[in-house]
């Protein structure tokens, strides 16, 4: 029954995107019912499963089985993505949106995706899921395809990803020259080289993923898509799996030299940049955007200093908060018809209770105490503390950036609205002007998840934990540690609060995200360009060329083929059918005067015989006596001669 269900928490919501979308809009009354039924039993098995330990495989390629089982890593993540999906789908069912069977059929394809790499038990499931996974989020984000610019932003991700993505299939390449099997348990074991192959490979496809640096950009651009899309891709789904994919493979990194202080230094640094990068923007969906990069960055760094627990429950309580504030966005968005931070002053003053629940989320990522990312923050900075003191300093530096970031969007949207406020908004699209209770409903539940879910670093509820995921014996924080870290976030929202209305200096060189887009084109996009520009020169010069001149050759040996044809055999070949007609016409002839004529006389002599032979014909019978008589005369006198 077990494996039934976990095979269900799969199947379930990808039979049922897929189904949604070939039908199209023939589906678009119940699509909706059926996405909402659908996530809401795929969230409840998943819960049911988590509490087993079911596992199974189905034959693919010797060596190489699909396979998925729950473990203590995939028991504690696995229920979140399927409840943070639910969330996301009801509120985009009372948002409303364009072809919604198009877009809970692609949400739910994509959430299916997820589940198979939560539970992936080797290479090749888990790049299925990858594959999948990438596929759809290219789809979401050019969700509005008739929009050339959102269009292009979808390819700009799933271009930048699909870059880091190649590492897996180097990985699973290098697991089978290097020993191993394809079972992500078994990859420590590579002969070496092999086995720093296999690690370089799932860290670079993991930090593509995770838009760690120096893969960070894509997010930028995916923040065109809808902000459904923005909340389940950049908390609980794709973002976060890169992250989680790290921490899958820890074991690996720690048997390498070289992979768990690399992976360790990009999260913090990633953390510390992108965190400036959030502090420059004055768009808040680019300012979340960022932030996720940089939060995700300490779920990359728990991953390198293996802190296994410390990481998955910053995962989970990161991808509550984030879930909130992108759905928040996003109603403000549909509401004001901008999501710029000046037209947004004020816009926590209007919808109070909205308010309130994005301030949650932007406390919870300042690092406010008692909120949950406070101490959950704290519990893998204490692991870093052990690993390397520079690293801690710049995790806290992190940390710090966190609150600034936090503080200034939460100053902003509780800021007083004047005519220059209210002159900003419908800039991106017309807005409605309300946010409707259905769309409260998921932001009251996900508030409660990033207020409370810091219980995970309380004892009573983290030694279980990290002995379900073989991680006893761990760092804690301190007394000190913790009150020193709510003391530094309460400074820098305070400061972000002064340093405003003093017009708060903005680092100029992060505003474009360090120019990494840039960056990219410069050392990816151009030389690309100038490579496929010689090949194609290379291609019109000589291979072109010489292809013209070879096919000048057939076509000049073609006519010559042609002339000896018409002059020769079609000649030939005339001459032998008029040569053969004329022997006909002679046949026919001699057949007409000379066959044919012997047997019409040889037939004419016959039919005389035959008038003879009837004339005796009487019916008289002493002729008949008298023939008889004659007959036997000559008989007898031919007899006599002969003797």
Request: proline content about 4%; glycine content about 10%.
């Amino acid at each position: 029954m077990s494996v039934l269900a976990l095979a269900l928490v799969v199947l379930l919501p990808a039979v049922s995107g897929i189904l949604l979308c070939v039908v199209g809009p023939r589906a678009r009354t119940v699509a909706i019912p059926v996405s909402l039924t659908t996530a809401t039993v795929t969230a409840a098995l998943a819960v049911v499963v988590a509490n087993t330990r079911s596992a199974f495989e189905i034959p693919f390629v010797a060596g190489a089985p699909l396979g998925l089982a729950i473990d203590g890593l995939s028991a504690f993540v696995l229920p979140v993505v399927a409840i943070a999906t639910l969330l996301v789908l009801i509120f985009a069912a009372a948002e409303g949106t364009e072809s919604p069977e198009r877009f809970h059929g692609l949400m739910l394809i994509f959430a299916a995706a997820v589940a198979v790499t939560v539970t992936a038990t080797t290479l090749t499931t888990l790049l299925f899921a990858w594959e999948i996974m990438g596929a759809m989020s290219w789809a979401l984000i050019g969700f509005q395809w008739r929009d050339d610019r959102r269009v292009q932003a979808g390819l700009v991700a799933f271009t930048m990803t699909r870059a880091g993505d190649l590492g897996l299939y180097l990985a699973a390449g290098a697991a089978l020259i290097g020993g191993a099997s394809l079972e992500l348990a078994d990859l420590p074991a590579a002969s070496s080289p092999w086995r720093d192959i296999i690690a370089a490979g799932i860290i670079a496809a993991a930090l593509g993923k995770a838009a760690q640096l120096p893969f960070s950009s894509w997010l930028s651009r995916a923040m065109e898509g809808p902000s459904s899309v923005s909340a389940l891709l950049h908390s609980a789904a794709m973002v976060a799996m890169g992250g989680y994919l790290l921490l899958r493979v820890a074991p690996l990194l720690e048997v390498t030299s070289w992979a768990s202080t690399t992976v360790a230094w990009i999260g913090a640094l990633t953390a510390l940049l992108l965190g400036a990068v959030a502090v420059a923007q004055r768009d808040l969906k680019q300012l979340l955007a960022a932030s996720t990069a940089a939060q995700l960055g300490f779920v990359v760094l728990a991953a390198g200093v293996g802190s296994i627990a410390g990481g998955a429950s910053y995962l989970v309580a990161h991808a509550s908060t984030k879930a909130l504030l992108f759905l928040v966005a996003g109603a403000w968005l549909a509401a004001l018809g901008t999501k710029q931070l000046f037209a947004l002053r004020g816009a926590a003053r209007r919808w109070p209770l909205v308010g309130v629940l994005f301030s949650v989320g932007l406390l919870s990522l300042a690092g406010i105490a008692p909120l949950s990312l406070w101490a959950l923050k704290d519990e893998l900075l204490a692991v870093t503390l052990q690993m390397s003191p520079v690293l801690y300093i710049v995790g806290l530096a992190a940390a710090a950036l966190s609150a600034i970031y936090s503080g200034k969007a939460l100053v902003i949207v509780w800021g007083r609205a004047d005519e220059t406020t209210e002159a900003g908004y419908d800039d991106e699209q017309l807005g409605t002007r309300r946010i409707g209770r259905g769309e409260r409903i998921p932001l009251i539940v996900l508030a409660t998840g990033a207020a409370l879910l810091g219980i995970l670093a309380l004892p009573p509820v983290s030694e279980p934990l990290k002995a379900m995921l073989g991680e006893e014996g761990t760092a804690t924080p301190s007394v000190i540690e913790l009150a020193g870290s709510a003391v530094l976030a309460l400074t820098m929202l305070a400061l972000v609060a002064i340093g405003l209305r003093r017009r708060l200096p903005q680092p100029a060189w992060a505003v474009n995200w360090l120019g990494l887009e840039k960056a990219v084109h410069v050392v990816v996009v151009r030389p690309t360009l100038v490579l496929s520009g010689a090949l194609a020169r290379f291609d019109d010069g000589i291979l072109d060329r010489g292809l013209h001149r070879t096919a000048r050759a057939a076509v000049s040996g073609s006519r010559r083929l042609g002339l000896f044809d018409d002059a020769g055999l079609d000649a030939a070949v005339d001459a032998t059918a008029r040569a053969s007609i004329l022997a006909g016409l002679r046949a026919a002839r001699a057949d007409d005067r000379g066959i044919d004529g012997a047997v019409a006389g040889l037939a004419r002599h016959i039919r005389r015989l035959g008038s003879l032979a009837r004339r005796p014909q009487t019916g008289k019978i002493h002729q008949y006596y008298a023939q008889i008589a004659i007959t036997l005369a000559a008989v007898f006198i031919l007899t006599l001669l002969i003797r």
